[in-house]
């Protein structure tokens, strides 16, 4: 990723972010800031702010709550922020069909629970470093205890962190990997590979999805 313009431009250090020609450029855009500790937690909600406000005073700091821009098109709703970045080549293993890229901002601790996703994805790691743990589609779904709701269908009612094995007896069973992806840094996830992220410190990243 080290032709990326805006690598080129933080040079793996959020604090280079503020001052960055993509804040500059892009900070008066209204962006979605998920709060809470993930979007299948009941505390969870979510605010539109100004990108630029949302990094001075979320994206590098820990509080109490958390504040994710999570899974965001971005670069549908600024096609010109596409120019900030590559295309991986290796989406050509697959039929080289771009489903969608999504653009993740936040501080040290966020989340991402446990799920699925229908789509190969190649992710990747602007800054920061973020933990990941990979289950291979060779469990029986059972194993994953999915959410009963249309909406989170995609998504396990296991707390990877802390498992509760009276209800999920079935999980421990499962095979799985673990990652560290740091800054500079991409990772292959294949379709039906079920996923858990955290950021280990202030962290950006973009992935693409594909057939």
Request: net charge negative; glycine share 6%.
């Amino acid at each position: 990723m080290d032709e990326w313009p805006i690598c080129q431009q933080l040079r793996g250090d959020p604090n280079n972010l503020l001052g960055s020609a993509f804040v500059r450029e892009y900070g008066d855009y209204l962006v979605p800031i998920e709060i809470g500790s993930g979007y299948s937690s009941a505390d969870f909600e979510q605010v539109h702010i100004p990108l630029r406000d949302y990094i001075e005073y979320g994206a590098l700091k820990e509080s109490d709550k958390i504040y994710y821009l999570a899974q965001h098109s971005l670069f549908d709703q600024i096609p010109k922020a596409s120019e900030q970045i590559i295309t991986p080549e290796y989406i050509n293993a697959g039929k080289g069909d771009l489903y969608n890229k999504n653009f993740w901002l936040g501080p040290k601790g966020t989340k991402s629970p446990l799920h699925m996703d229908p789509h190969h994805n190649i992710f990747c790691q602007v800054y920061g470093r973020k933990y990941v743990k990979l289950y291979p589609n060779t469990s029986p779904d059972e194993n994953f205890y999915r959410f009963k709701d249309f909406h989170l269908r995609n998504t396990s009612q296991v707390d990877v962190e802390d498992v509760d094995l009276v209800n999920f007896p079935l999980f421990p069973k499962n095979d799985f990997y673990e990652e560290e992806v740091n800054s500079g840094e991409m990772l292959f996830i294949p379709k039906g590979f079920w996923h858990f992220v955290k950021s280990k410190e202030p962290s950006m990243s973009v992935n693409f999805w594909f057939r």
